[in-house]
């Protein structure tokens, strides 16, 4: 776990996740990804609607190095835990340092090529899978860094593993369709440019939520 390794971490995170999944027959289907995607670093925005959405990150996006934003109590969990462990960055939402430390280290590993995955709602909503409304951290730090955002819609993991009760709710194999969406650059980007950012990436995160979604969304 030293920092020169983090690469081979990720590799093997990577593979990890890969049997994770395929253990447990959950197969990741993309509906929809861009040709020739730079490596980064990015800003990746993703709904969040299971705790699933952790490991499957790796296999959607396995030669973007990436680490993770999320918050402390992932290092008490087992598996989870895992694939969080000193290498992403874990953050304290009660402390206002603590907060403040993850963002520092955070902007750090992107000036060394790292991306960073945070998921804008916050926490996975009661009501997924509806799209809750974003908050700024993640498009402050991508327009602070200028570095683009990565849209990621998860369509189909709030039904494959539900999230209550923690690690004990009802789960079953299936095929998890994704839809890997055009970067958003921030070039030129100013904090006068924050709300547009974030309701264009809402936007393009809900698009196909709602269009694979529909009737479940609208009984919401």
């Given at each position: 776990?030293k920092?020169?390794?983090?690469e081979?971490?990720?590799r093997l995170?990577?593979?990890t996740a890969?049997?994770i999944?395929f253990?447990?027959?959950i197969f990741i289907?993309k ?7 730079p490596e980064?670093p990015?800003?990746?925005?993703s ?16 030669r973007?190095?990436f ?5 402390a109590?992932?290092l008490r ?12 960055i874990?953050v304290n939402?009660?402390?206002r ?6 963002i520092?280290?955070?902007?750090k590993e992107?000036a060394?090529?790292?991306?960073i995955v945070?998921y ?11 799209l809750n409304?974003f908050k700024?951290g ?28 923690p690690?004990?709710?009802p ?7 994704v839809?890997i969406?055009d970067?958003?650059?921030t070039?030129g980007?100013d ?5 547009t950012?974030r309701?264009?990436t809402f ?6 939520l709602?269009?694979?979604?529909k009737?479940?969304i609208?009984?919401?």
């Open positions: 776990m920092e020169e390794n983090f081979k971490v990720f995170k990577v593979m890969r049997l999944l253990l447990d027959f289907k509906l929809k990804q861009p040709q020739n995607l980064g990015y800003v990746i925005c709904n969040h609607s299971s705790y699933l959405d952790i490991i499957q990150m790796y296999p959607i996006l396995p973007t190095k680490m993770f934003i999320g918050k109590e992932l969990w087992p598996i989870i835990s895992i694939f969080f462990k000193k290498m992403d874990d939402r009660q402390k340092h603590s907060a403040m430390k993850s520092i280290r955070a902007k992107i060394k090529g790292w991306s945070i804008p709602e916050g926490k996975i909503p009661y009501n997924t899978p509806k409304e700024s993640a498009f402050k730090m991508a327009i602070e860094e200028q570095v683009p955002i990565l849209p990621i819609t998860l369509i189909d993991t709030w039904k494959l593993f539900d999230v209550d009760p690690l004990s709710a789960a079953r194999p299936g095929i998890s369709r839809v969406h970067p958003i650059s070039k980007m904090k006068k440019d924050l709300v950012l309701q264009q936007d393009v995160i809900n698009a196909p709602e269009q694979y979604n009737e479940i609208e009984k919401l």
